[in-house]
Nanobody, 114 residues
Framework: QVRLVESGGGLVQPGQSLRLHCAAS????????MAWYRQRPGQQRELVAMMGNGNIIYGDSVQGRFTISGEVTENTVELQMDDLNVEDTAVYFC?????????WGQGTQVTVSS
């Protein structure tokens, strides 16, 4: 069974940075893509950044501040988050898909507060 485990969340002040990490285990089928989503309080889950098949896309609200990196073929993905603001407060989820399934991590809390 595929398991995605996130790490690196925490509490920071506005303008500071955090780096999230996700590692997968139990992978049998190669991933097509890996991504980060987030769910802010009272809102739906939204795409933050995705990489796969040579492409990278970002959500509009994080473009220019967040950077996704890693190796899909090695089942790891990271998210460098710079210039964080209070609107970035959310639970951040790691995501991966293969030929048949979508996989989600349990999430890691990121809180930006002064």
């Amino acid at each position: 069974q595929v398991r995605l485990v996130e790490s690196g969340g925490g509490l920071v002040q506005p303008g500071q940075s955090l780096r999230l990490h996700c590692a997968a285990s139990g992978v049998i089928l190669s991933f097509n893509a890996m991504a980060w989503y987030r769910q802010r309080p009272g809102q739906q889950r939204e795409l933050v950044a995705m990489m796969g098949n040579g492409n990278i896309i970002y959500g509009d609200s994080v473009q220019g501040r967040f950077t996704i990196s890693g190796e899909v073929t090695e089942n790891t993905v990271e998210l460098q988050m710079d210039d964080l603001n209070v609107e970035d407060t959310a639970v951040y989820f790691c995501y991966a898909n293969d030929l048949f399934n979508h996989h989600w991590g349990q999430g890691t809390q990121v809180t930006v507060s002064s």
